[in-house]
């Protein structure tokens, strides 16, 4: 690994916002994931829709969408853009047992989508929780992370597979 500086550091260490003024515009992709592991019995009542505060998952996802909007309001040095796309979807895995979620988040802009993505994978894992804690406190949130991002001066990253 190459070492580079940080971005949001002046010389002196003091944080900042970057100055993205001189980048050019590009098309910006970004990609994460994060997962809700819950009881069989939980991903089930989720499942049928029959959850007390109502559509976990339709409620999710509205609530990664909005919060890949607010990201520049959540994150400090976070730039405010016009995100172009943001898709949210949950699904079941029996195997965890619990839903996984992935949002992807497009833009064409100066810097990347990359906190957008993660932002709203986050929030969206935080709403299955909170609609989900009366029967199930002991539900985690795991293994949230980029998956991958396009566009800008870097060019295309990939996460390697787990």
Same mark, same amino acid.
């Given at each position: 690994?190459?070492? $580079?500086?940080?971005?949001?550091?002046?010389?002196?260490?003091?944080? &900042?916002?970057?100055?993205?003024?001189?980048?050019?515009?590009?098309?910006?992709?970004?990609?994460?994931?994060?997962?809700?592991?819950?009881?069989? @019995? +939980?991903?089930?009542?989720?499942?049928? !829709? @029959?959850?007390?505060?109502?559509?976990?998952?339709?409620?999710? $996802?509205?609530?990664?969408?909005?919060?890949?909007?607010? %990201?520049?309001?959540? *994150? =400090?040095?976070?730039? =405010?853009?016009?995100?172009?796309?943001?898709?949210?979807?949950?699904?079941?895995?029996?195997?965890? =047992? !619990?839903?996984?979620? $992935?949002?992807? %988040?497009?833009?064409?802009?100066? +810097?990347?989508?990359?906190?957008?993505?993660? +932002?709203?994978?986050?929030?969206?894992?935080?709403?299955?929780? @909170?609609?989900?804690?009366?029967? @199930? $406190?002991?539900?985690?949130? +795991? &293994? *949230?992370?980029?998956?991958?991002?396009?566009?800008?001066?870097? !060019?295309?990253?990939?996460?390697?597979?787990?």
């Amino acid at each position: 690994m190459t070492k $580079r500086a940080l971005t949001h550091l002046d010389k002196a260490g003091a944080a &900042n916002m970057a100055d993205v003024s001189a980048k050019p515009v590009t098309k910006r992709l970004a990609v994460a994931e994060g997962a809700v592991v819950m009881h069989r @019995d +939980t991903l089930d009542l989720i499942r049928s !829709g @029959d959850a007390k505060k109502g559509d976990v998952i339709g409620t999710a $996802r509205i609530a990664g969408i909005m919060a890949a909007k607010r %990201t520049h309001e959540l *994150i =400090p040095l976070c730039h =405010p853009i016009g995100l172009s796309r943001v898709a949210i979807d949950i699904d079941p895995d029996e195997t965890l =047992p !619990g839903l996984r979620v $992935r949002a992807t %988040t497009e833009v064409a802009e100066r +810097t990347g989508v990359e906190m957008e993505a993660l +932002t709203a994978v986050s929030v969206a894992c935080l709403t299955v929780y @909170d609609m989900a804690k009366a029967v @199930d $406190r002991g539900m985690s949130i +795991t &293994n *949230i992370r980029l998956l991958e991002k396009r566009g800008g001066r870097s !060019g295309t990253w990939r996460a390697k597979a787990r």
